[in-house]
């Protein structure tokens, strides 16, 4: 049972290349979350879904898309990337809305925008 | 939308030694408020939560208490070891919305020294 597995872990873009970061959950969880992590700024939402097909805006949105065509997948895409999206990524799922057992995250990919 | 403030941002405690991390909250209809701890270049795990019905939660050396009247939540740790060096995000998800939203906190960097 792998959990949360995010890909890849590690990228280094240059300013307006494009890239798409792979997270994959084989608990079955309907919702699953992108978030980015800066110093001092804590999780931030992106993106996220609530099911196969459904996706929606978090508290970040701009400069992202994502798509969530298969259950167990959620993609993140960076169509130009910028100096400002340099981050660690994380992805999240959780059995339901409420997430009563909490977050299950990935392992984070680290994005260096040159 | 909720706003959750988190202090203090660092903390360094001698080995042994208790340590307190607080998070208030803004949305008084928040009833849910996960920790979550991360170790250095892992990724966040969920510690301990609690819920608006309760008012303090124990796991073994961790606990945490809830104030609702005050909106405000404390992490607790006892008997401090080194491997209880990590970063600690408190976060809290309201009722309204009919999809799961949390907030997190910026989190507490803590240091424990032998």
């Known amino acids: 049972n792998a959990g949360v597995t995010q890909t890849p872990k590690f990228r280094v873009l240059k300013t307006g290349q494009s890239m798409t970061l792979l997270c994959a959950q084989d608990?079955?969880?309907?919702?699953m979350y992108w978030y980015r992590q800066d110093p001092g700024m804590g999780l931030r939402l992106i993106h996220y879904?609530?099911?196969?097909?459904?996706?929606a805006k978090g508290e970040v949105p701009d400069g992202y898309n994502v798509s969530r065509l298969k259950k167990q997948n959620f993609l993140l895409g960076l169509e130009s990337a910028a100096p400002s999206q340099t981050s660690v990524y994380f992805c999240?799922?959780?059995?339901?809305?409420?997430?009563?057992?909490?977050?299950?995250f990935g392992s984070g990919t680290r994005l260096t925008v040159v | 939308g909720e706003n959750v403030e988190q202090h203090p941002s660092t903390l360094s405690v001698q080995e042994g030694d208790s340590a307190v991390i607080k998070c208030t909250y803004s949305d008084s209809a928040s009833n849910y408020f996960p920790w979550y701890k991360q170790e250095l270049g892992k990724r966040p795990q969920l510690i301990i939560d609690i819920r608006s019905n309760v008012g303090e939660k124990k796991d073994q050396r961790i606990a945490v208490t809830l104030n609702k009247t005050a909106k405000h939540f404390s992490l607790h740790i006892t008997e401090t070891q080194p491997e209880d060096s990590a970063v600690y995000f408190c976060a809290a998800r309201p009722l309204s919305g009919g999809y799961q939203k949390v907030t997190f906190g910026i989190g507490t960097k803590l240091q424990v020294i032998p």
């Open positions: 999240a799922s959780s059995h339901n809305e409420r997430a009563s057992y909490g977050y299950t």
């Open positions: 608990m079955n969880h309907e919702y």
């Open positions: 879904s609530v099911g196969e097909g459904t996706t």
